[in-house]
């Protein structure tokens, strides 16, 4: 069974930084574009970033760009987000995933994942 833990949310002032964490287990993906996604408040699930299997190629969401940084360590099937400079419009709960192939078209599409972790909050106050 495939199982995406997230960990490392809390509360932060802005400002600030944070570094979350999604651990995988029950199969390896170390072929697949990994990603990060929110979701606000009354707002859709949003891009934030994503990784290529390598690591060799990211994408990130306007957003958060000069700001945030994914990375990940195939050898401890573990993706990583880290977060600086927080504005308090970054305030969500972060989910990370798994793309459903190893294809690098559309990285960020919902739709392109299909192993979800259950989230972690993240609140930037001001």
């Known amino acids: 069974q495939v199982q995406l833990v997230e960990s490392g949310g809390g509360l932060v002032q802005t400002g600030g930084s944070l570094r979350l964490s999604c651990a995988v287990s029950g199969r390896t993906f170390n072929n697949y574009p990994m990603g990060w996604f929110r979701q606000a408040p009354g707002k859709e699930r949003e891009f934030v970033a994503a990784?290529?299997?390598?690591?060799?190629?990211?994408y990130y969401a306007d957003s958060v760009k000069g700001r945030f940084t994914i990375s990940r360590d195939n050898a401890k099937s573990t993706l990583y987000l880290q977060m600086n400079s927080l504005k308090p419009e970054d305030t969500a709960v972060y989910y990370c995933a798994v793309s459903k192939s190893a294809a690098w078209d559309t990285p960020h599409h919902p739709s392109e994942y299909n192993y979800w972790g259950q989230g972690t909050q993240v609140t930037v106050s001001s």
């Open positions: 990784i290529r299997w390598s690591g060799g190629s990211t």
